[in-house]
């Protein structure tokens, strides 16, 4: 809404929030984008930002947490900064991708959807991530790390853990 | 659309491209179970139930979302739609808690045929269920979250039909779960549609639950009593021990002016005739100066003998009379031709909530212009000027959301408030609150009055190039500027008009001549010659004493006795008691109201829901009212008039002409079997009718309406049959040149206030208190 006065986004996101509401033909169109732009800068759907994405889209806000907790790509609390999304699924799971997520709640010490202390990594079981061919396979944040065995996945977090400090 | 024939279980059928297969199915008498459709409402296809084969497509097809297209050849009950359709149900049962016995919709529940008919009694679930406990959602509406199929009809309902969107639906899976708008309560108009076309027991209602099963109530198909609107309403009563109570409203069977619609007062708002405080017995003010309790034979001969009294010895000028918004048209009549004839008097009024006689003359001797509330399901464009019909004619408002959502009908809106159907306007212009008449000038082209901008040229623009126009108008237009809008209505090519008053028989108060200056149909009491020659007596022809001039001569003791029937003018024109000390108080209502206090005499009427007659929306829509209930001690306002003439020594057969029979229902009714009286009774009986003609049968006063008033001579066979039948308006004999007083007071009424019976109304106290935080009601309302 280009009439918005105070918002909890930064300028950029608040800039195209403002474009994104006129580009469908139905205002309510813009809400799940929104969403996930949203996600992206605050890092979770924040009762703040619900309300504030039911204002732009001029719908409620209970409107907004109906279709918001139909998908399980958003989220209503804080990950870690770097979000592990194992896939279980059957090609995952014949190539080890259980296995994976075992190794992965040993070695991070949380279980599903959970955060480490130091809020670094969440880990998270997912549905099929589209990279079967590549299996097994886990997503982290927005990129796809393929073809894993426990000890390769070591190495990757070693890395992620790394640049969590920067 | 052009028609289309395809073969439907080897039959031939016919219906326009486009149509639904399972509403062309269900036209042709070809039942297709489902429980998310719901016909008006956005499609979901969210149950399979429907599901049927149709040749060359390769899956079984939702009946509800295929169009029906030229030679197609669809299969309904096959083995396969069977074995699908059971396969459903044994999903929806996986975690339904199969309480039927206890459940309030058990015998009526979808659930619960189809699983009979479909047989999915075994299941191959093992899992437990899971339990929940049930929720209370607002004093009306409780969930029980187990009982739930998700059908999405209560969240389409509230959504699209209300245009509220209190419910949704949150999460996804087995894990779905409907879901109020304010975490664990609801923050809504409170109507209960949503309870209502719930297919289960999901949803039930605050007023209903765990009271009855549905096989031990009657069902009674009347008129609700609450607001101008006039909606068909089916009660659901039981005997008790000293009547017959009202346990339940609703209007399934889509009935009537207002299809499934009722909102909170329709559907909750009865219980007032429940009350503790219900009077049952007549009052006489004692020696002592305080009511006390007396037989009906007591006070009848005292109310009658003092009324003798006064009108033998000061005439009939010293009596007052005072109706109601709420009774029949036939005791409406009754009240004026017994003020007429057997007091003398022409001081005859009632509270007006909207000019109905300036209308009246403006509309005269154009027939056809006067919209039913059915007009507006369908009109192509409606103005509506002044007033929020949302809170004050919830029905108008549900016909004007339905007809935009079904026909894309163009609204619109002129007012000085920021109102809720401004939402589905095409245009809406804001209006200071005394500039509606300037406004109306301004549309018929006359500049100046009206500050105008953009807004509202491209307003005036769009309405005159309307080829129909509905125009509904508020309280806020009255004598002249009535007469200024019609004639800049009747302007344009084809136009309608609604005038919106307040109550259940504001409209029928004011057709019946409650009024000082005009009979019944409008005509002048100077002209009152064929009414004198029905009657068989002569008529005062000197206009009376309107509502405020009764109360004022009472002040300076002219007026020596007031007759206030179901109304309460002391609370309604803030009357200091002591204004009416010298004036003989005779008083006839539910409750011990503000005016009923200072009464001498006070006689326990019975309400709308219980007794039969006729009322007339403020539409014109004239509807059969049927007796549902029941409360021993109480009586009719027809029979205590009656009586009260019989006491004064009139011949109740000059007031009440019954037995003439010239034009009453022998039978005419059921056809081929008319003629035999006895089993005429039977019938009159089983339709909640007088069984026979006597001094108390309203169809004798109907009769005399008909006969006197040639806008209400219209066919009964509907009416009695529960149809409306609307005025033929352009009759009235009302002279249109006559300057009268404005005295219009609006009830103020919103949507959880209902006068005085809103008052008496626990479900309705209990809601409004829920929501001091988010509105408040109106000043204390009356009446």
Redesign the interface.
Known sequence: MATETTTIFSPELAARFDKLVTQYPVRRSALIPMLLYAQDEVGYLSPAVIAEVAVRVG?????V??VL????LLRTKPAGKFNVQVCTNICCMLRGGNELFEHCKKRLGVGNKGVTPDGVFSLEEVECIGACSWAPAVQINYDFHENLTPESMDSLLEDYRAKAGK | MADVTFTVDGKKLTAPAGTLLIDACRAAGIEIPAFCYYPGLSLQAACRMCVVRVEKMPKLQTACTTAVTEGMVVSTETDETKQARKATIELLLGNHPLDCPVCDAGGECELQDMTFKYGAHESKYVETKQHREEQKWSPVVYFDRPRCILCYRCVRVCGEGMDVWALGVENRGVTSVIAPNEKDHLDCEECGMCIDICPVGALTSGTYRYKTRPWEMNHVGTVCTHCGDGCKTTLGVRPTDDGVEIIRGDNRDKSGINGDFLCIKGRYAFDFANHKDRLTKPLIRQADGKLAPVSWEQALDFAAKKLGEIRDSRGGNAIGVIGSNRTTNEETYLLQKFARTILRTNNVDHHRTADYAAFAAALKGHAGREASLRDFLSARAILLLGNDPTNQHPALAWQVRTNVRHNRARIYVANHAEVKLRRQAKAAVDLPADAYASFVEYLAGKDGGFEANDTSAAFRDAIRQEESLLVAFGSEFRGRDILVLVDFGLSLPNTKFACLGDYANSRGAADMGLLPDLLPGYVPVTAAAHFAEEYGSALPTQPGLDLVQMLDAAGRGDLSALYVVGSNPATRYGIDPSALKNTFLIVQDMFLTETAALADVVFPAANLYEKTGTVTNTYGDLQLVKKAADKSGVRTDFEIIVRLADKLGADPKQLVPFGKGVRADFGQTRGAQSGEADRHAVWLAANHLEPKLSPFDPFAILDEIQRLVPAYDVPRLNLLTGNDEHLKSELVQIDASADRRDLVLPSNDLLYTSGTLGRYSAKLTEVVESHTILMKPAEAAAD
Do not use: A, H, N, Q
């Not at chain 1, 907790?69 to 399980?72: C, L």
């Open positions: 719908i409620k806000e209970s409107d947490l109906s907790s139909y998908y399980s």
